[in-house]
């Protein structure tokens, strides 16, 4: 058994939409392939990943060095003690072979994104959805109903509070409980008035979280979580630069209702100072951490690992990213849900075709690997890259 090919291509996910602190004109994705030679069903295992938005492709990365790493190491040293299948935890060490710790940078989104495919392929090989091999791995149940949150509410040309409400209440036709706007992107007055009309719009139909995309200093934090202490409001997200830890715990003392950060951490070092310095309260906060940005699942492992000794239950994860190895980590794991995005970075977001929001949770269907066979507009894409 051994990897034959990996692929890259990078492909757009631009769109006109904005958050507090970049807009996505030129946002790219890194879609990979890793091509094994084992058969089933008359068809060749390929695992397939990609990044998730907000870091841009990673070709350069892989193609200059991790995907010849994993095509130079011996075939033997990739594959687990039985031989039976691939194991991601050698894969990993391969490809992180002569890299020094620290300072992740992007090299994480690289490894992210094949280490997916590595995974994909893995449970392809088991025969299995892949939320169901990591229950079997850790010896627990899978629970394939995940609770699902809408993530949009962007700043777009144009668009005034009316196209905002409107945007809202089509996630709520959607089956979707929980939405989420961004803020920070226009002044205190214009963001409060943009979250009353919305929190008029949904009612108590649904609640409402919201995230300033690490754009505030201090201050400015302070002064946010002063004005949203006067609504209901699920989360306050990301509300300074996600390495602050000293600041996301000033803003503790500023406001008792859930907060959630980590999207932009991307190492379980960087995850373990943000519940070391952070001020994060276990008992209300969410930890957004995306494996796809953060060195795959192979790391996000170890930082599960990180959680328990933090007296942290996996149910406070709902990690960035709204892509479907989340998905499949939250089902086989006990991670409390997953973002998604219901009009954005199509094809690789969303769930598999007839997979329905009901109730403001998805129900895993019983595809072999992650499931991108079941997401037509997606499996197509990936398979004109390798087959
Ligand atoms: O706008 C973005 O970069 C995406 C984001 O923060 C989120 O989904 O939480
Ligand atoms: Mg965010």
């Given at each position: 058994m051994r990897i034959v090919d990996v692929c890259e291509v990078t492909k757009p996910i631009a769109s006109p939409i904005r958050n507090a602190y970049?807009?996505?004109?030129?946002?790219?994705?890194?879609?990979?392939?890793?091509?094994?030679?084992?058969?089933?069903?008359?068809?060749?295992?390929?695992?397939?990943?990609?990044?998730?938005?907000g870091r841009y492709?990673?070709?350069?990365?892989?193609?200059?060095?991790?995907?010849?790493?994993?095509?130079?190491?011996?075939?033997?040293?990739?594959?687990?003690?039985?031989?039976?299948?691939?194991?991601?935890?050698k894969i990993w060490s391969t490809m992180m072979m002569n890299e020094k710790p620290g300072g992740h940078g992007e090299r994480s989104v690289a490894v992210g994104t094949l280490d997916m495919a590595v995974w994909d392929a893995v449970a392809k090989i088991e025969d299995k959805p892949l939320f169901?091999?990591?229950?079997?791995?850790?010896?627990?149940?899978?629970?394939?109903?995940?609770?699902?949150?809408?993530?949009?509410?962007?700043?777009?040309?144009?668009?005034?509070?009316s196209a905002l409400r409107k945007e809202m209440r089509g996630y709520l036709d959607r089956g979707y409980n929980v939405v989420k706007m961004k803020?920070?992107?226009?002044?205190?007055?214009e963001d409060r008035g943009r979250i009353e009309s919305v929190l008029e719009e949904i009612g108590s139909e649904a609640k409402l979280a919201v995230d300033a995309n690490g754009r505030f200093d201090l201050e400015t934090g302070i002064?946010?979580?002063?004005?949203?202490?006067?609504?209901?409001l699920f989360w306050y997200e990301e509300i300074g630069d996600p390495l602050d830890y000293a600041l996301q715990a000033a803003i503790s003392e500023f406001y008792d209702a859930p907060m959630a950060t980590g999207e932009n951490l991307f190492s379980h070092q960087d995850a373990r100072n943000l519940l070391r310095y952070?001020?994060?309260?276990?008992d209300r906060d969410f930890?957004?951490?995306?494996?796809?940005?953060?060195?795959?699942?192979?790391?996000?492992?170890?930082?599960?690992?990180?959680?328990?000794?933090?007296?942290w239950s996996p149910s406070r994860c709902i990690p960035h990213g709204g892509h479907q190895m989340s998905l499949?980590?939250?089902?086989?794991?006990?991670?409390?849900?997953?973002?998604?995005?219901?009009?954005?970075?199509?094809?690789?977001?969303?769930?598999?075709?007839?997979?329905?929001?009901?109730?403001?949770?998805?129900?895993m269907p019983e595809l072999p690997g992650i499931g991108f066979e079941g997401k037509s507009d997606l499996i197509k894409v990936m398979r004109e890259l390798a087959e």
């Open positions: 970049i807009d996505f004109s030129k946002m790219t994705a890194s879609l990979v392939a890793v091509v094994t030679d084992v058969v089933k069903d008359g068809r060749r295992v390929v695992g397939y990943g990609f990044n998730s938005n492709g990673q070709g350069g990365l892989i193609r200059e060095r991790f995907k010849d790493r994993i095509l130079q190491a011996d075939p033997n040293s990739l594959i687990n003690d039985a031989g039976t299948n691939l194991d991601p935890h169901r091999h990591l229950a079997d791995m850790k010896g627990r149940e899978a629970n394939p109903k995940v609770f699902v949150y809408a993530a949009g509410g962007y700043y777009y040309p144009g668009k005034d509070n803020i920070g992107g226009a002044s205190i007055d002064a946010y979580a002063k004005m949203l202490r006067d609504y209901p952070g001020g994060m309260r276990s930890l957004q951490f995306d494996c796809a940005l953060s060195y795959g699942l192979v790391e996000y492992l170890r930082t599960l690992d990180v959680l328990r000794q933090f007296g499949n980590i939250a089902a086989g794991l006990g991670l409390g849900g997953n973002e998604s995005y219901p009009d954005l970075f199509q094809p690789y977001g969303g769930f598999p075709d007839g997979v329905e929001v009901i109730d403001g949770h998805i129900t």
